[in-house]
């Protein structure tokens, strides 16, 4: 199965809601969409499931030699933001009413909901009422409707919501395990630390625009991601010359050296080659001093190690990276203060 859009947009009176959006996507693949409120997230998504039609653009489904300008519906499983169960009813009673709308085998059907009432942990609670569970339990149970009928197509709008870490944790061994099992699977969700840890590649949007997409590195990229080093030495001394070592190469940004008092470092044996830790019982405070430089490409790294080396002793050089949380924020408050996040009329 693959899905290929090429600039769609949807406008609604006066706002565009998604504006001139391409992706693709194949099964074995886990494609996240990301964005705040109002992004134009589940604008996409009702695109993708057919639930509207775009204004402009051309959306693609492919299964085999079969082609669809949607999702077909009997391959796809949606689980929507907003939750559609009976709550006065049992969850043995629900699942079989959403089997029974998918038209599964009666036995076929009880086999399946068995299996992922044992996978989520709720057979003993299959003859509650949805009402009597936690939020995070009545979610498991949308999520089991979601897959009840074997889908090839898995789309989630926010399938983490009301989950603690534990259960967190479970969905997220799901999804690898479908993935596995070559579903294509569309996630949308605000939790981009858990989104970044099971997807393949990701779209970002504001205001209805792709603002990044491809992979976690090339989203970073493409976000302003800047490859930043700390370089830890013994003293103010070889701090000094090693910032006059970087200053000298062009295209580094040098911050000024930080001092830490009782830090833990990792010091250089002099009768070793290797780095062995110095964090001794009993041993005295360590005073050590910092730089922290910045690269405008990746190559630039192999030449300033170099020169550090030639100049100075590194005792412990540590990368520091951004998350896609905080990129994306930066990226956010960058493109409303020049304007050029600006919804379309």
Not at 202 to 216: E, F, N, P, R, V
Request: hydrophobic letters at 35%; proline letters at 5%; charged letters at 20%.
């Amino acid at each position: 199965m693959i899905i290929h859009a090429q600039k769609v947009t949807k406008h609604y009176r006066n706002v565009t809601a998604v504006q001139s959006v391409s992706l693709s996507a194949q099964s074995g693949q886990i494609l996240a969409l990301l964005g705040p409120n109002g992004a134009g997230k589940s604008s996409l998504i009702r695109i993708l499931t057919g639930l509207i039609a775009p204004d402009e653009g051309h959306l693609t489904v492919v299964d085999g030699e079969r082609q669809y300008r949607y999702v077909p519906e009997q391959h796809l499983g949606y689980l929507p933001e907003d939750r559609g169960l009976y709550r006065e009813k049992t969850l043995r009673q629900n699942l079989r009413y959403i089997g029974a709308l998918r038209a599964m085998p009666k036995a076929l059907r009880n086999e399946r909901i068995d299996y992922w009432l044992n996978y989520f942990e709720l057979t003993a609670r299959a003859d509650e009422p949805l009402s009597r569970l936690s939020k995070g339990n009545q979610q498991k149970v949308q999520l089991i409707a979601t897959l009840l009928h074997d889908p090839k197509v898995i789309i989630l709008d926010e399938p983490f919501s009301g989950l603690d870490p534990v259960n967190q944790e479970q969905v997220l061994n799901l999804l690898s395990e479908l993935k596995d099992q070559n579903r294509l699977i569309l996630l949308s969700a605000h939790q981009m630390a858990l989104v970044e840890r099971v997807a393949d590649q990701m779209l970002l949007l504001d205001l209805g625009q792709c603002i990044a997409s491809g992979t976690l590195a090339e989203v970073k990229a493409q976000l302003g991601e800047q490859q930043a080093y700390v370089a830890t030495f013994a003293n103010e001394e070889e701090c000094q010359r090693a910032r006059r070592a970087l200053d000298e190469l062009p295209g580094l940004t040098v911050s000024a050296p930080s001092h830490t008092l009782g830090h833990t470092l990792e010091c250089r044996n002099p009768k070793s080659s290797g780095l062995e830790s110095s964090n001794r019982p009993n041993a005295a405070p360590e005073v050590s001093a910092t730089v922290e430089f910045a690269l405008s490409a990746p190559e630039q790294l192999s030449p300033a190690l170099q020169r550090l080396s030639a100049e100075t002793t590194i005792l412990k050089l540590d990368r520091q990276t951004t998350s896609l949380h905080q990129l994306y924020l930066q990226s956010i408050r960058k493109r409303r203060t020049s304007g050029t996040g600006e919804a379309q009329p």
